[in-house]
T-cell receptor, first 113, second 111 residues
Framework: DAGITQSPRHKVTETGTPVTLRCHQTENHRYMYWYRQDPGHGLRLIHYSYGVKDTDKGEVSDGYSVSRSKTEDFLLTLESATSSQTSVYFC????????????FGEGSRLTVL | GEDVEQSLFLSVREGDSSVINCTYTDSSSTYLYWYKQEPGAGLQLLTYIFSNMDMKQDQRLTVLLNKKDKHLSLRIADTQTGDSAIYFCAEISSGNTPLVFGKGTRLSVIA
């Protein structure tokens, strides 16, 4: 158990509304990631963080912003949700060992109507 | 950018061996990984291999790496219905770059 909690686990919202997904970790890991998973696309990186207030974009960052004001929390915000952002969102943390493996949360399923 | 390719589907009979294949383009990959995703769950790390190895075995799992051809495979011996899942191949080229994932192979095990 890598100590990752995502919230909410399920959310239904309407187009144009703001949405924030939270990832919380209990193990003081430096690197945290947000991915989205869609049929036919696999996992695609949205944003990642390499420390408090240090973030960078992934391959599908348009329409998303992130914040990391403390080590344990990494927030993903959709400022104005669109139907194309209907997806399952996964948070991950990087392990402390040399292999750099990621450990994933259980996912947050977002539906934008 | 770097790319990781997998076939999308594989169907095997219970008790047979499954072989899931993956190709990648990054010649500077240092670690390659296999993840398993069961329905409604997150990805679970199954195993990984360092790029200077060509094989790693862990119980029913065997990972083969052909670095020259940039080909990675995962063999599951004595496949069981509980092995039905999506399997993702992933690679990393340096410690600080994000992992790159394939699209996943859906393994169906027929009883």
């Amino acid at each position: 158990d890598a100590g990752i909690t995502q919230s909410p686990r399920h959310k239904v919202t309407e187009t144009g509304t703001p949405v924030t997904l939270r990832c919380h970790q209990t193990e003081n890991h430096r690197y945290m990631y947000w991915y989205r998973q869609d049929p036919g696309h696999g996992l695609r990186l949205i944003h990642y963080s390499y420390g408090v207030k240090d973030t960078d974009k992934g391959e599908v960052s348009d329409g998303y912003s992130v914040s990391r004001s403390k080590t344990e929390d990494f927030l993903l915000t959709l400022e104005s949700a669109t139907s194309s952002q209907t997806s399952v969102y996964f948070c991950a943390i990087k392990g402390q060992g040399d292999a750099g493996e990621l450990f994933f949360g259980e996912g947050s399923r977002l539906t934008v109507l | 950018g770097e790319d990781v390719e997998q076939s999308l589907f594989l169907s095997v009979r219970e008790g047979d061996s499954s072989v899931i294949n993956c190709t990648y383009t990054d010649s500077s990959s240092t670690y390659l990984y296999w993840y398993k995703q069961e329905p409604g769950a997150g990805l679970q790390l199954l195993t990984y291999i360092f790029s200077n190895m060509d094989m790693k075995q862990d119980q029913r799992l065997t990972v083969l790496l052909n670095k020259k051809d940039k080909h990675l495979s995962l063999r599951i011996a004595d496949t069981q219905t509980g092995d039905s899942a999506i399997y993702f191949c992933a690679e990393i080229s340096s410690g600080n770059t994000p992992l790159v994932f394939g699209k996943g192979t859906r393994l169906s095990v027929i009883a």
